[in-house]
């Protein structure tokens, strides 16, 4: 039987933080309001009522996007995408099409794999429908709140680093300060753009020629089945011959299977147009410095810092690079600029959670104590030759002069060891062990 392959583009909406909501003055604040209270007749649609873009909303949206790397255009444009649905009663909602604020843009996964983006652009949320007792209700509140949608290539191959970058782009909104992205609250929405081809097809990166999108994900784990559902479903379909259906589907979690939803329109069936309604768009050089200037140390950048300041493995630095680790990291600073061990402090305050309301002295006793298990130097030994010889092509690497590989190796001890190694001790050691095995001359 053939066997099939993976093709996986994302979709996500997240709503940005701002005082106001996108095109109007309402109190953006609406996630515990009675329904139908934050609501004017521009988030309502009432007709005639004009729209004004909020600047905030652009600009996290810039920031997002030069966070991510993506190119920020000079001129940019918001376009009228027509459908009709009660939730959305004006008949089209505001959104960009041809002039995004951002185009392509990049992010890393813990593996080195990198995420291409296609764009990130900025629209408005519609209002949320209740279907309760053969009735509908439409509560306005979110009908008009700032939604930034990232949009990824293809490029996913596995289910797992797709989960990874919505969680790393989640990690992303709040360590830059401009959104809570709490799904639970609706605040991040996740869509997965989902077909499969052959492996001949994967080799000649030919795509396929149909999408089936799954919408509305308000969980990671969720979307995580949906996915492997989905897979399983076309799988099969393909198997018998047959042809997978371009088509819009819902997770229902009860069932554990994804649930046809709508036939899938074509881009061209929203009749996108520009907002008559907003002038166009131009950002000068000078704004986008000053947004430049504005951002804070971000997630990966912090993680090379803390590996290569502290030697930190990748694990721990990860885990203390994190937007939600910000308290975490500000204690462990502090601790090593009053003189205590970075990688024995990062290690106690991860895997003891009663270490991290301790004063510096409390902490220094644990650590104290703690510290007696640290490996012994004939301990040591042995974890260096196992890493040693378990990676040859590292070693390959260093003696054709890529010294930085090194850095490697101590990475593989400090993980193999659980952190519990002075890694100064073993960079040192792993050069003595390398040039008395190999010959070589490094220092
Ligand atoms: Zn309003």
Redesign the pocket.
Known sequence: MTEYKLVLGLEVHIHLKTET?MF???DSNIYEAEPNT???????GLPGALPVPNFEAIKKTQVLGLALDSILNKESRFDRKHYFYPDLPKGFQISQYKQPLCEGGEIELDSGNKVSLERIHLEEDTAKSFHENGRTLIDFNKS?MPLVEIVTKPVFKTVGESVEFCKKIQDLIITLGIGDADMEKGQMRLEANISLRTQEMEYNDILPDYKVEIKNINSFRFMEKAIIAEIKRQTEILQKGNVVNQENRGWDERSGTTVSQRVKEEAHDYRYFPEPDIPLLYFDEKHIEELKNSLPELPQQKKTRLMTRYGLTANIATILSTGYSFGLLKKFEGFVESGLDPVKTANILINKKESRDMSFEEFEKLLNVSTNRIINEKNLKNYLEEVVKNNRNIINDIKGGKLSAIEFLVGQVMKNTKGQADPVKVRELLKSEINKKFNTAID
């Open positions: 909501k109007c003055g309402c934050h609501v004017c007749p521009v988030c309502l008009g």
